[in-house]
Structure formats: C-alpha cells, structure tokens
C-alpha cells in the first residue's frame, strides 16, 4: 500500500468499518449487571491502596504510619509513572504487603488507611480555563492526578499523550467496545456520564493537537450512541462522531479496533500513534474531565460485579483500596452455589483467591462463577493439527506451532513466531477440541522469555563489570609502574645532581688548594 493510499485510510477512520481476523461471537451475559443505576458503596471500614497500581516502575510511599491523609492528598510518588492519591480522609494505619488484585496472585506493599469519615478533600487545583491552556500543561495536569488507562492496560495517560503529541496524530479514538462478557461498566459510564466523555474528548483532543475524534461502540449499545451523540451536538462539538462496530471478541482490543476503524494494522512492535491515531478508553477521558476541569486525581472508577454466584449483580462507582468482599457484601453477597472468583471477565480474567484483594485503576470487573458456569475440566490430548485456533487468532498467529515450541523450549523460533503478539484474548483455547490450555502456555513462555531476557541482561552487566574491573586493575598497574620509572627517574636526577655538587665542590677545594690565599695579599700590616 503506498504511503498516501494508508494516509487517505487513517484519516478516514470509522467512515466505514471492516474486519480483522478471527475473534468469536460469545454470549453478552450484560443484562444481569444493567438493571439497576450505578452507586457507591456504603464506605469500607480500612482502605488498602496498593502502591503498584500501573504499568512501570514502583511507586514510593509519600506518607507514615499515624498521618492523617486528606482524600485526594498524593500518597505514592512515582516520577515516569502514574501518582497514586489517597481515595478518603483518614489515618495510616499501616504501610506492609497485602494480596494484590493481580494475576500474580502475590502480596505487594500497600498504604492501609483508616477512614474518618469526614470526606474532608484536599484542596482542589482545577486548570480554571482548560481551553486556554498549553497541551503541555493539560498532560501535566493528567499526570499529576494520576490518570492511567482504565480500559486494563493501565499505562499512565500522561505517557500516551506525550507520545501521541511528539508524532503529530490526527485522530483520538476514545474505545468504547467492551467486548468480554459480562463486563458492563463502561456501557453504564457511557449512558449515565456522557457529558463527561464528551467533555473529556475535547480536553483529550486539544492535548494531543488531533483534528477529530471517533467514540467506538459495540452495535448492541442503541441507549448509549444516542447519549453520546446528545451530548457531542450540546456541547456543539464538531469532529466528534459515535461509530458503531459489530460485537465480535476481542474488538475492543486496541489493535483489532484500528483495523475495524481503518482497515490498517498497527505494525509490529509499533504503536497506534505510527498510524497517527491515539485510543484511549471512555472510562479515562471521563476521568480526564474530572482532573482538568475539578481537579480531581483518580480515586474511584466504575467496576461491574456480577455473575450466576452474585446475589443482585450490579455496577459500583468504587473508591480504590475497597475489598472485592465489600463490594459483594454490598450485592446481597454470593449464591450458595458460588464456585470461582475471576478479576476480569471469562476470557482474559484472572482467578482471584483472596476476597480481601481491593479494586484498583485496572479492575473493570468482579465475576463470581458457579460450579455450572465452568466446564467440568477435560483432560489435555495431543494436538490434532485441526488449525482452528490459527483461524480464530486476531493476531494472525500459529498458536499450535508456538505451543509445540513453548513445549520444547525452543525459544529462538518462539520468539520469530511472535509470543510477543498475542495478547492472551483466549480464543485459541476457548476453541482448541483438545482442550490445551494454550493461554497458559503461552503465559508460561512469555515469563521464560523475560526471565532470560533479564538473566542476560545480568550477565550482559556483569560482563561489563568484569571487564572495567579489569580495565581498571591494568590502569592501576601501568600507573604505578609509571610512578615508580618516574621515582627511580627522580632518584637518579637527585644522584647525578648530588654527583655535580660534590663534583663542583671537588672542583672547587682543589682550586683552592692551588690558588694563592687573597685574603692575606694587598693587606698593610701583612707587609
Ligand atoms: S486447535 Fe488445538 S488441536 Fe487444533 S491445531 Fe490448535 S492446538 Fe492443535
Ligand atoms: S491467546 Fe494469543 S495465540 Fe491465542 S488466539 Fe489470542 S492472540 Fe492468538
């Protein structure tokens, strides 16, 4: 395709839709968590606010055991990242690990706050007129309070929107397909909160310097494209326009969206931004307006908590640090018949253990399964070389051929067949009449391929170590030979001068000794 032909292309995002490849159709199972207006949860009795809540670095603690903390007041500092803020006004009880909603299942550090009660805020610093104000203070603004993608991905906003700037990108896709069953919070943030999108889209839209903006949801949202388009012709927003895309898993994935809006694919190892485009989710320009317009940083976000093993599934507005038990508690609490826990949705959710993990900026969802929701487990067999789970990858991958690999741990080939590029959606597995959990396998690869990568690295700086060691004990050396050729070179300056003195002195005693005594002669008494 020539440079122009793609440029046409991208410019032309969401005029008409088209396909990627594979995905599934799957049953929506929404309904159940619809019904009712989303709310807050009665406040939780401590608040555990994990200090890992991002993609990248480790967030370090800003406060101490027995502070009081405003709500809103920054209590992780993480400089590239993304802050971390106190979701209530209370006490620190404790700074320790605590199990994380991760799909590590392992305990991390986090700030363990004791409510007051009082709700009592920071004070709020709102960017007073956000369409005066620089793109870059506008990101400033995001970073400060915190923002990261609430679509899952969780990298920080700030970070996105300086990339999308630096490239000069045309167009903002605020990605609105939330294609996993069961997960609904971003179609109950669309239709309770459209203005807040809408507005959010502009401010995202002046940040990154794009001309237009395409809003993407699934074709079975009728309620929501009309909210979304009420508030766009409100708020007289040009260049803003709702398109719909059939529900097919994994769309809402960022890559799969672009080529349905476009017909292009981001390239490998690229980003959206080398197509001129940034995606962000509905849920984070909402959160945008919030921060810009309030000042508010990211405390809360919508989470869906449903499943056949909720009692009344429903959507919250939840503060961070909540635990998943609070949020079932306030649900009715489980059915008696409630099986598994998964963070997440069906296909790309993680089991969690522990009820007591809290939500954080990554949980969309709290699904309670019961025994008859899950398939009874069926025993692995080989493969049967059927391809159907390289017709339903959206990523055009070989899954059997990277199993086979993963299997025989030959890492080279895995890694020119592009592990990398899945991103685990499950289809593979949801389809495999062998009932190999490739998903896991795949998991299992990318870690291995990480771990060496991190091994050589290691070994990569202790080479460099060794060989500055060395290095250095070779400078040393040589100085200190050169030290010691310049001291003898100085002893022997000093003997040879040593030798001239004694030698001009020789000189002159015995030219004294020949020399008539002049201190006697010319003298009158001599005489
Ligand atoms: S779907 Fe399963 S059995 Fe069929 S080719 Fe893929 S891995 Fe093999
Ligand atoms: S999990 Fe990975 S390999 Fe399997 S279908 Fe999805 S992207 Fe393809």
Redesign the pocket.
């Known amino acids: 395709m020539t440079l122009s032909r793609q440029a046409e292309q991208t410019h032309a995002v969401g005029e008409r839709t088209h396909h990627f490849h ?1 995905g599934l159709r799957l049953r929506h199972n929404k309904k159940i968590s619809c019904q009712d207006p989303v709310r807050r949860p009665p406040l939780p009795e401590l608040i555990v606010v994990p200090l890992l809540q991002h993609a990248g670095d480790m967030t370090e603690p800003l406060v101490r055991v027995g502070d009081t903390v405003l709500k809103g007041q920054q209590i992780g500092q993480c400089e590239p990242c993304a802050a971390v803020h106190s979701p209530v006004s209370g006490t620190i009880e404790a700074i320790e690990d605590r199990p994380m909603s991760h799909p590590s299942g392992q305990t991390g550090p986090c700030v363990i706050i004791r409510p007051d009660g009082k709700e009592q805020w920071i004070e709020l610093k709102p960017l007073k007129n956000w369409l005066d104000a620089s793109p870059d203070s506008l990101i400033a603004q995001m970073q400060s309070c915190g923002l990261a993608g609430l679509g899952g991905a969780v990298f920080p906003t700030h970070a996105k929107m300086r990339d999308g700037r630096d490239k000069n990108v045309h167009t903002l896709i605020l990605n609105g397909v939330e294609c996993e069953p069961y997960i609904s919070c971003d179609e109950m943030l669309m239709r309770e909160q459209p203005g807040k999108i809408i507005l959010g889209a502009r401010i995202l839209r002046r940040a990154l310097g794009a001309q237009r903006v395409v809003i993407a949801i699934e074709d079975q949202m009728g309620a929501v494209q009309k909210a979304l388009t009420q508030s766009a012709e409100f708020a007289n927003s040009e260049n803003i326009r709702v398109v719909k895309v059939s529900t097919i898993y994994p769309e809402g994935g960022e890559r799969q969206l672009i080529q349905v809006l476009t017909g292009l694919e981001v390239p490998v190892g690229g980003r959206p931004s080398d197509l001129g485009m940034v995606c962000q989710n509905v849920a984070t320009a909402a959160a945008v307006t919030e921060a810009v317009v309030e000042g508010k940083p990211l405390i809360e976000r919508y989470i869906t908590v449903t499943g056949n093993g909720i009692s009344h599934p429903r959507n919250f507005n939840a503060l961070f640090g909540t635990s998943v038990s609070h949020l079932v508690d306030s649900c009715g609490g489980y059915t008696p018949d409630v099986a598994r826990l998964v963070v997440g949705g069906p296909m790309m959710g993680y089991p969690l253990e522990c009820d007591s993990a809290p939500v954080v900026k990554a949980s969309n969802c709290v699904l309670a399964l019961t025994q008859q929701d899950i398939a009874a487990p069926q025993p692995e067999m080989p493969c049967i070389r059927c391809g159907e ?1 390289a017709r ?4 055009m ?1 070989l ?1 059997q051929q ?1 199993h086979l690999q993963i299997r025989n741990e030959l890492w080279k080939p895995v890694e020119a067949y592009g592990l990398s590029e ?8 949801f389809v495999c009449p062998s009932h190999i959990p ?2 896991d396998w ?1 998991r299992f690869g990318k870690g291995e391929l990480r771990k060496q990568a991190l091994e050589s690295e290691a070994a990569e700086r202790a080479r460099h170590r060794f060989e500055n060691r060395e290095a250095r004990l070779v400078r040393i050396k040589q100085e200190r030979a050169e030290k010691m050729t310049r001291r003898k070179q100085m002893l022997k300056d000093k003997d040879s001068q040593q030798d001239r003195i004694r030698a001009s002195i020789q000189r002159a005693e015995s030219k004294g000794k020949t020399m008539p005594d002049t201190r006697s002669s010319g003298k009158p008494d001599d005489a």
Do not use: K, Q, R, S
Request: charge should be negative; aromatic fraction near 4%; charged fraction near 10%.
């Open positions: 594979g789970c339903v990858c959206p990523a991958l899954p990277l899945c991103i685990e959606c499950g289809c593979c597995d490739l998903v795949f």
